[in-house]
């Protein structure tokens, strides 16, 4: 604030009519500037004295204690306003501050658990597929991922041995076995429901 300004503020504080928001301004700039102080002692002196004769009251005599007892006043309770104005922004930005860190922390949990959920799906299926497919298989599918597991075998591998020949030709007959046992059981269904 400047000298012009402060001193056009002078009448509306001796009046109680200044501007909440200029009050601290007002108040700091007459406690730095000598000049604008002495002119608003002045006028706040003639001002208080003469309301005072107007209501035919003793004077008191004091009245740059006054003065600065009404300076002192504006100050806290334009600082009050102030600290009050702050402590509520602090409080807003804080409240949103944590809840940017609880959704942070909720996404971060779906994700997490998502994360999850996909890679035991995905180890599942890949411990099953390993593990199960040939006891999950039908007969038949057995039959023929067996002899594609021996055809690739023969491709990367030298020739089959005696020892290999036999166990292959075990695993044919239990095949075989298998598949006339369920053959004949599907017969049997059939004539029954005929």
């Known amino acids: 604030m ?72 504006i100050e806290h309770k334009a600082r009050n306003r102030r600290g009050l104005r702050v402590s509520t922004f602090v409080l807003i930005i804080a409240a949103i501050a944590l809840g940017m860190v609880l959704f942070y922390g909720r996404c971060l949990t779906r994700v997490y658990a998502f994360e999850q959920q996909t890679k035991q799906t995905a180890q599942g299926e890949y411990y099953f597929s390993r593990k199960l497919d040939n006891i999950l298989l039908p007969v038949e599918d057995r039959v023929l991922l067996s002899q594609q597991i021996k055809a690739e075998k023969k491709e990367t591998a030298k020739p089959p041995e005696l020892f290999d020949k036999v166990h292959g030709y075990q695993e044919l007959t239990e095949y075989a076995d298998e598949l006339l046992s369920l053959g004949g059981k599907i017969a049997n269904e059939e004539i029954t429901a005929d």
């Open 2 to 73: 400047n000298h012009l300004e402060a001193q056009s503020y002078i009448m509306p504080f001796i009046e109680g009519k200044l501007p909440e928001s200029k009050q601290m301004e007002f108040v700091m700039h007459m406690r730095n500037c000598k000049s604008c102080h002495d002119e608003l002692e002045i006028y706040y002196t003639l001002m208080t004295g003469m309301q005072i004769l107007s209501d035919a009251e003793a004077p008191s005599g004091n009245f740059g204690k006054d003065l600065e007892v009404k300076l002192t006043k």
